[in-house]
């Protein structure tokens, strides 16, 4: 049986998110309810398909007014009207929407997983995602959706059968939820079945409203022990001023060397989803650990590994510093690839599902940036 567990990302992160483990609107919602010297461009990702065929399936809502979520909440009981009252009664709230939220194992992965009414909440997810009536429909119809990445990466083809926790579960769509690290999502019946708990989740849609202070009165409003993560968040904008970075505020010589030297001793190793060594990794998992024995704590997920430094161009990389893509055609503003900079024009990664830690040459479709890491920020980022 699943069991709940809650972790904060810190602001810092561009794409921050968190959450928890098994089991609408302003109203309280129903109940169920080496080559450029810049970064290239995103480019649009060839056509490819993103929902698997279906039959018959129940019918889902058209899509409505779309709602930027900026908070994402979770408890450790179910919410009760009376405390979606006092939520939606906060200045700056505009939509509310319930949902289950919980870590479950699919396919022998911890993925973290929500379980949503597909008529409402798709108005809260990206565009591409929202739009698609055909993957809504799956979703209702007992598929679970999982991300572009842990579908492409992890080895979860569409129409597959995959292990959950009550049973086999078909792959029904590539979808991203648009916070960070959910990486699946299914119907509230689907959810059900699972053992998800119930209206444990809340996503907070207030564009209006200063992200900060509206987490901080949240946090007065409801019980001890919530975690409020904020996704996509509004705050002032920073006066902006060059920064100088010391040199001993980035990532040493002596480091970088360790931190090759540990990646490189693990060439040939498998790829795995979410494994982070010493025998098995994913791409940001490498990174963490890599650097982890150089003494530099990283953070665990792309996006987060995305705001450890400054930003350098491409002609100017070293070895050492992290390269980025962005490849999910379901969100194309979101980091979804790392790996290692070599040097001489190639990179050290943990490419995916049925590859290996590996030696390459760097690529630059779709690549997002270049960053250098800064210990004190990275050990920073949650």
């Known amino acids: ?86 939520v939606a009664r906060l200045r700056g709230v505009r939509a509310l929407e319930l949902a289950d939220a919980a870590s479950i194992t699919l396919d022998g992965k911890r993925v973290q997983t929500l379980a949503v009414d597909p008529s ?9 995602t929202a739009a698609s009536d055909p993957l809504w429909k799956n979703v209702a119809a007992g598929d679970v959706a999982v991300s572009f990445v842990l579908g492409n990466d992890g080895g979860l083809s569409l129409h597959s059968r995959v292990n959950g926790p009550a049973g086999p579960l078909r792959i029904g769509a590539y979808a991203t939820t648009g916070f960070g690290a959910v990486d699946a999502v299914v119907s509230r019946q689907t959810g059900r079945r699972l ?13 209006k409203a200063n992200s900060a202070r ?28 060059a920064r100088v970075w010391a040199a001993g505020a980035l990532v040493s010589a002596a480091q970088i060397t360790v931190a090759l030297k540990a990646a490189a001793s693990k060439l040939g190793r498998p790829y795995v989803w979410g494994a982070e060594g010493p025998d098995t990794f994913d791409c940001s998992g490498l990174v963490q650990w890599a650097y982890a024995q150089a003494g530099v704590r990283m953070p665990r997920v792309t ?26 055609p379901t969100n194309p503003g979101y980091i979804s690839h790392v790996a290692i900079y070599w040097g001489d024009g190639k990179m050290i990664q943990a490419p995916r599902t049925g590859d290996v830690v590996k030696i390459s040459p760097v690529h630059t479709r779709n690549l997002a940036g270049v960053v250098r890491i800064s210990p004190a920020l990275a050990a920073r980022v949650r």
């Open 120 to 128: 409402t909440f798709r108005a809260y997810t990206p565009k591409v």
């Open 1 to 86: 049986m699943p069991v709940i567990v809650v972790a904060l990302v810190a602001v810092l992160t561009a794409d921050v998110l968190l959450l928890a483990q098994p089991r609408a609107s302003k109203t309280p919602p129903r109940q169920g309810q080496a080559a450029a010297t810049a970064p290239a461009q995103i480019r649009p990702a060839p056509r490819q398909t993103l929902v698997a065929e279906s039959g018959p399936a129940p019918e889902v809502k058209p899509l409505g007014t779309l709602h930027k979520p900026n908070l994402f909440v979770v408890t450790r009981k179910p919410f009760t009207t009376k405390l979606l009252e006092k």
């Open 214 to 241: 509206l987490r901080d009165s949240l946090l007065r409003v409801l019980p001890k022990g919530t975690q409020v993560a904020m996704v996509n968040p509004v705050l002032p904008p920073a006066k902006k001023q």
């Open 303 to 328: 996006h987060q590994q995305w705001v450890t430094g400054p930003q350098v161009p491409l002609s100017q990389a070293q070895p050492g510093d992290l390269l980025f893509w962005r490849s999910d």
């Open 195 to 207: 053992g998800l708990p119930r209206d444990n989740a809340l996503i907070v849609s207030a564009p």
